[in-house]
């Protein structure tokens, strides 16, 4: 694909995929999850940077598909049906870090909408403690799951803190009201910070 390099403004020739497959490239599947896929470097003035352009990933295994796309509904035409009743989780990535999370997320098994809560309940801890303004934070992400406990890091410029949330704690907060955690996986949804942020302004507007 042919890119003008935003540095230099000269054009440059940069190698895109739409589509991978996790299990049948796992070179590529690497580079997804390391968003390393996306970095390039321009030929003429040396600059690093990253490009984002559409993608489709497909993981067989840990059975999700993502749609990195900035477009609100992604053309899959009539595919979305089969592949919910075969198991498959479907989501829209708008941007590289959400996707290279969600792909962590999948992979370690986790549900996602758990995994944004626990993120929303680091974030709410943090400020409770005065660690810091809602301001400071430059980056909220999940990092892993271990023996049931997952670790939130919240970012403030160079400083990282971390936030242990236990994954039952969680669930249990999402069972005083599903409903409201529901989601549907024909609409390809869009789960990340701005959707659960969404969820408590919705609720409290209706208060
Ligand atoms: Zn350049």
């Given at each position: 694909m042919k890119y003008i390099c935003p540095y230099c403004r000269k054009e440059m020739e940069i190698e895109v995929f739409d589509k991978v497959n996790a299990q049948e490239d796992p070179d590529l599947q690497e580079r997804c999850a390391s968003g390393d896929l996306f970095k390039t470097s321009c030929p003429h003035c040396k600059q690093d940077f990253m490009v984002q352009y559409p993608l489709v990933y497909i993981d067989t295994v840990n059975k999700f598909i993502l749609w990195l796309s900035q477009d609100e509904h992604p053309e899959i035409?009539?595919?979305?049906r089969p592949l919910i009743q075969q198991g498959y989780r479907l989501r829209r990535c708008s941007t590289i870090r959400e996707f290279t999370e969600k792909i962590a997320i999948f992979e370690d098994g986790m549900d996602d909408v758990v995994v944004e809560l626990a993120k929303y309940d680091s974030f709410i801890e943090f400020i409770d403690n005065k660690?810091?303004?809602?301001?400071?934070?430059t980056s909220i992400e999940y990092q892993r799951t271990e023996n049931e406990v997952m670790k939130i890091n919240i970012r403030t410029g160079d400083q990282g803190m971390s936030f242990l949330i236990p994954v039952g704690m969680v669930e249990e907060e999402i069972a005083q009201n599903p409903e409201l955690y529901e989601i549907r996986d024909d609409e390809i949804p869009l789960i990340n910070s701005d959707w659960i942020l969404s969820l408590f302004e919705e609720s409290a507007g209706q208060a």
């Open positions: 035409g009539n595919l979305t660690k810091g303004t809602a301001e400071d934070i």
